[in-house]
């Protein structure tokens, strides 16, 4: 029989001795993923046949074994990452939130196994030991993936629960913390998720959550902490883990419209594609404006120079590294310019600088890479990468959960997110929700935009520029639909891209509001609490994505165009929250007969087919 054995020092199963050869492979396929991007490093690697250890040889000039001693051979990394590793002592491991998924592989392969949790006894924490639950009473909906969570956790499992947006995640989870009473940490990655975190904490268990990121670092019995700021925080103060779905602002970043700077990109939350260290053009899927207190680093490489925190990481020949372990004349650079495309260029030098603390950063779909100032850099937020991998494996908290409204993804680190946290638990679906009145029933209108007088683009900004940011036909459109809507009863976000277009919009409806990214804090808060409030009818945003919560909204403008599903279902989302008197949601999409926009207007359209399962 296989043992599976769970070690009290770190969050890893131990496999026994007399499991099977065979059985190691299928569990090494099982918890093993290929990384994008393996064809742009040098993947020589020292290989030896006696111990196993390998090492890419770019980080190791000798041949000698680290782990036996043994002389070592060449190989080539085929570049999958295998999260079950071999101790010196031949020891298989895995990490603990794989063990599900290997408990599959071994039952469905017809081997007998037995799991030893080692898990101690919990009590009540004395100081949460009188937490009481003031919110209101959940959903059903609510309750299942309590139950399902439970179950998970009190087994011995972590366990990420998929609720789509809208459906409650938040209040689930606080349920949870309330039953457990265990001090708790709950990771997020975006500050208006961690306010929004610690009033939701005060309203439903009437508790005043410690803050951890934001410029404070103040640690209570719950807590709730930036991933990028944990740096220092001992996570193993903690016995209840839950996880919650940096370049200077000039930097010019290579996308579909050319070069702009991330500034921009980041403050109007642009739906771009950027060019990637595959050279391919990927959407952004999250934008990142961050204080940090991080030292900054100036990159001279040939032409470009670039400014960044020095635990940002870029690319090169032996693979990613971050800023600060850079070596001048020696590291070599992958670089894109638009005349020659990728190459690769030595360093030239790299030093500290005293600047700013404020920074810009972006998450990138599958590649997680973008160009900055010609150089490849990485992004580096989010839980299914590195940062929460290697914060939870340093966690050996009895309970650990997640929370995902679209855990998957096509790069393969889904499997990474599992291993850290737990196996993914699907407790609804949206078509569902709505069936049963916990979502808003959308109603989808299709409204073709005039076509600009303007012909023959060879460039999708400047097709972009003229069919949606300037067509003056399509704002009065987007007009007399906004202000059709607000005589008919309801609240309308009008969903833009550029500052331009906002303001085109906003000088066109009567009694309307544009907020965006320099909005000032104070201004865009007391705008969206009238806006809550019915007192703003009409509300124009290039924000009001992942974190927003206006259950009133009534009805959405998709004025911006844009091809990302990720980015459309957040926005969708915004409008199909429920109250007491609305069941219902509009959601008006304009699209464009136009090169490059009459495809993703498209795509959108089938999106809503498939996710609504209407055709509109």
């Keep these: 029989m296989i043992t599976l054995k769970r ?31 393996a064809d742009f490093i040098d993947n020589r690697m020292w290989s030896c046949k006696k111990c196993g250890w390998w090492k890419l040889a770019i980080h190791q000039a000798d041949s000698k074994c680290k782990r036996c001693g043994s002389e070592c051979k060449i190989d080539f990394w085929d570049g999958i990452i295998r999260l079950l590793a071999r101790t010196r002592g031949g020891q298989y491991m895995f990490p603990a939130g794989l063990l599900e998924t290997v408990e599959r592989v071994l039952k469905k392969s017809g081997y007998e196994y037995e799991v030893i949790n080692n898990l101690p006894e919990t009590t009540n ?13 959940l959903r059903e909906h609510q309750k299942e993936a309590v139950d399902e969570a439970t179950g998970s956790l009190d087994s011995g499992y972590g366990a990420i629960l998929h609720m789509p947006t809208g459906s409650g995640k938040t209040v689930t989870a606080l349920k949870l913390i309330q039953m457990k009473k265990q001090r708790t940490l709950i990771i997020v990655h975006k ?28 640690e209570r019995d719950i807590t709730v902490a930036m991933i990028q700021s944990m740096g220092g925080m001992n996570i193993n103060r903690f016995n209840f883990v839950l996880v919650d779905e940096c370049v ?29 260290h595959t050279g ?23 032409s470009s120079t670039l400014k960044c925190t020095e635990n940002h990481k870029i690319m090169t020949v032996r693979g990613w590294i971050e800023a600060k372990d850079l070596i001048p004349k020696k590291d070599v650079i992958l670089k894109y310019t638009i005349c020659a495309g990728q190459r690769k260029t030595t360093l030239d030098d790299i030093e500290s600088i005293d600047e700013q603390n404020i920074v810009y950063d972006l998450e990138v779909e599958d590649d997680h890479s973008y160009v900055a100032n010609g150089i490849v850099v990485h992004n580096c937020h989010h839980c299914p990468a590195d940062l929460t991998y290697n914060a939870m494996m340093k966690s050996t908290a009895r309970y650990k959960c997640g929370l995902s409204a679209t855990p998957q993804r096509t790069d393969g680190n889904i499997l990474k997110m599992i291993a850290a ?77 550029q500052i331009k277009h906002g303001k085109a919009l906003e000088a066109l409806i009567q009694g309307s509001k544009f907020i965006h990214g320099k909005t000032p804090k104070d201004e865009r808060e007391k705008e969206l609490k009238m806006f809550e409030q019915g007192k703003r009818t009409t509300i124009i945003s290039t924000l009001l994505s992942e974190g927003s919560d206006i259950p009133t909204l009534g009805a959405i403008i998709i004025a911006s165009g844009g091809k990302s599903q990720a980015a459309q279902m957040q926005k969708v989302g915004r409008a199909l929250r429920t109250t007491a008197d609305k069941k219902t949601a509009i959601i008006v999409d304009i699209v464009d007969n136009v090169k490059w926009l009459r495809d993703h207007a498209q795509g959108r359209v089938m999106l809503y087919a498939d996710t609504f399962d209407s055709a509109p």
């Design 7 to 37: 070690r009290q020092d770190r969050p890893m199963i131990e496999l026994s001795a007399n499991t099977p050869s065979i059985a190691i492979k299928l569990i090494d396929a099982a918890t093993s993923y290929k990384i994008k991007g």
């Design 125 to 137: 924490y004395e100081g949460l030991k009188d937490l009481q639950w003031i919110g209101w009473e």
């Design 421 to 497: 946290i737990g196996d993914i638990k699907k407790v609804s679906d949206i078509r569902e929700l709505i069936k049963r009145g916990i979502l808003a029933k959308p109603e989808i209108r299709i409204l073709k935009a005039p076509i600009t007088q303007e012909t023959g683009f060879k460039k999708y900004a400047d097709a972009y520029r003229a069919q949606i940011v300037t067509n003056t036909d399509r704002h009065y459109l987007v007009a007399a639909t906004a202000q059709k809507l607000v005589r008919d009863g309801y609240t309308v976000l009008i969903t833009v891209e």
């Design 191 to 218: 500050l208006n998720l961690l306010k929004q975190w610690q009033k939701e904490i005060k309203s439903m268990l009437d508790y005043d959550a410690g803050i951890w990121g934001g410029g404070e670092k103040r």
């Design 248 to 276: 200077d602002g000039d930097t010019l970043i290579y996308t579909e419209r050319g070069q702009i700077k991330i500034r921009d990109i980041v403050e109007n939350e642009m739906d771009i594609k950027v060019k990637t």
């Design 280 to 302: 391919k053009l990927k959407a952004i899927t999250h934008h990142h404006k961050i204080k940090t207190n991080k030292k900054m680093m100036c990159i001279s490489c040939g």
